[in-house]
């Protein structure tokens, strides 16, 4: 299992690195999504998961699974969310004053 989730943050970190590096603006903002996802999965992956055991430790279960883990993930995932509209906000604003979402006609020409 940990396996499969490792390949799928891998394939999810590649191809957010691979929109980080196009010029429109809008796919930027999805691959600092798919990069954030990509985390969520790793660190998912890296706290060992474990399937039908209780999140509390009772007196008759020998081995339980730990929350932190998820709970650190789920106010990752908040975060992220928080951070994505803003840059979707952010992303309409620039596109209504500039009248585009190309990074190179963004820029400007530092030639005249």
Do not use: W
């Not at 799928?8 to 930027?28: C, D, E, H, P, V």
């Not at 990509?38 to 279960?61: E, I, N, W, Y």
């Not at 951070?83 to 030639?111: C, H, I, P, Q």
Request: aromatic share 8%; proline share 4%; glycine share 6%.
């Amino acid at each position: 299992m940990e396996i499969i989730l490792t390949v799928l943050a891998s394939i999810l970190f590649s191809t957010g690195i691979y929109n980080l590096l196009q010029k429109q603006l809008l796919r930027i903002i999805v691959g600092t999504v798919l990069i954030s996802h990509g985390a969520h999965l790793f660190l998912l992956t890296m706290s060992q998961v474990k399937r039908g055991a209780p999140p509390l430790l009772v007196d008759d279960v020998s081995s339980y699974t730990d929350p932190l883990p998820q709970a650190l993930i789920l106010t990752a995932i908040v975060i992220s969310f928080g951070v994505t509209s803003f840059l979707l906000v952010l992303a309409y604003r620039t596109y209504t004053l500039n009248k585009t979402d190309n990074m190179e006609e963004m820029r400007g020409s530092d030639y005249d």
